[in-house]
């Protein structure tokens, strides 16, 4: 039958990004297609080795404190380690900021080049020893200053060239925006290949999920509060959205985009910016969730409009299907 043919013309995320580059005609040098290459390649590499980490002893903690005051994975260190080597070693940086890096990496002139990337290594690391889905979360800017250096970061996420994630879960997907929508790959293991299997993924307009970690729920600012009673406790006739929280951006994000729905992790008054960093975690996940037609807010203002003053600062972040997002916004308004 003819689901027994396999199809042999896969598009594979390097043949999808190589179009990409000729539809930009002779604009495209080829830069970025070599930078999403090194990246497409670290994620394989983390993903091989978070598949086997439990028996490879890459579980547990590596015994340093980042610059969060978190305590390092094995496999934080080892994911920043294999990022920033393959990212230097491309050519195609300039600047390098990663969530466990105190500071930013200015790469020295022999090897550098014109674009700067700000990542979230591994994310989710409260996870990985339970096996749960974690992922890499990174954006990209065209260096604007003559050298390259801390300035090129220090911008709003709206002027990121490309922004995306790779899970690690069930399957490993890798999914990608370089201005013109969001498209996702899943890859396959045999072939060493990201294959497209989500092209341009648009969050469906309202969804039934809210993700949220609600243990905070003591804390919340009294809008975020009477938010989430309007969707637990809905007029009569209406049904209750369920509750979905991994704990994981990379993985809760990935369910919002497929599914809809609305993620939040808002500054509270214990954490007075929220949790999650602007640059490497909120700048790359709100511009995914515009480029699929969703909202993206600190629930008073675009998160993509933030000027960074600092690499490691943080803001609060919500996201996902538009009319969800727009209701939360009403009642910040009202506020
Ligand atoms: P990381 O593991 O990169 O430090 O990020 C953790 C983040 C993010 O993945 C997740 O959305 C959030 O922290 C979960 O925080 P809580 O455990 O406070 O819910
Ligand atoms: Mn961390
Ligand atoms: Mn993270
Ligand atoms: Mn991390």
């Given amino acids: ?68 005051g978190e305590e390092q994975k094995k496999l934080d ?45 591994l994310d989710g690391s409260s996870n990985i020893d339970a096996g749960v889905n974690i992922g890499t979360i990174f954006g990209i800017y065209k260096v604007a200053s003559e050298k390259g ?32 929508g969001v498209n996702g790959y899943t890859l396959d293991t045999a072939l060493g290949e990201f294959i497209l299997t989500h092209p341009d993924i648009q969050i469906p307009t309202r969804g039934k999920i809210y993700s949220f970690n609600e243990g905070n729920s003591s804390y919340f600012h009294p809008e975020v509060v009477n938010y989430l009673n309007s ?33 939040g992790y808002p500054d509270d008054r214990k954490s007075k910016n929220g949790k999650l960093r602007l640059l490497y975690e909120a700048f790359p996940m709100a511009f995914l969730t ?16 933030i000027v960074p003053t600092s690499i490691h600062e943080r803001c609060s972040v919500f996201l996902g299907s538009k009319d969800d997002v727009n209701d939360l916004l009403k009642f910040y308004e009202k506020a």
């Fill in 1 to 68: 039958t003819a689901e027994e043919i396999p199809n042999t013309d896969i598009i594979t995320l390097t043949r999808h990004i190589l179009s990409d580059q000729l539809r930009l005609g002779a604009a495209a040098t080829g830069d970025l297609t070599l930078l999403l290459n090194a990246i497409q390649t670290t994620s394989k590499f983390i993903a091989t080795n978070v598949r086997k980490a439990r028996l490879i002893n890459l579980i547990g903690l590596a015994g340093e404190t980042n610059v969060q």
């Fill in 290 to 305: 515009e480029q699929a037609g969703g909202v993206a807010t600190t629930g008073r203002g675009r998160i993509l409009d």
């Fill in 231 to 263: 969707i637990k406790y809905p007029p009569a006739g209406k049904s209750p959205y369920s509750a979905r929280y991994i704990g994981s951006m990379v993985a809760d994000v990935h369910r919002t985009l497929l599914y809809g729905g609305i993620f």
């Fill in 77 to 121: 260190v080892l994911s920043n380690d294999i990022m920033v080597n393959a990212l230097r070693a491309s050519r195609k940086t300039a600047v390098l900021v990663s969530e466990e890096l105190d500071e930013a990496v200015l790469i020295e002139e022999r090897l550098r080049g014109r674009y700067c990337v700000v990542f979230d290594p």
């Fill in 149 to 180: 250096d801390v300035s090129d970061v220090l911008r709003p996420g709206k002027e990121m060239v490309a922004a995306g994630y790779t899970m690690y879960g069930s399957s490993c997907n890798l999914v990608l925006s370089t201005g013109n």
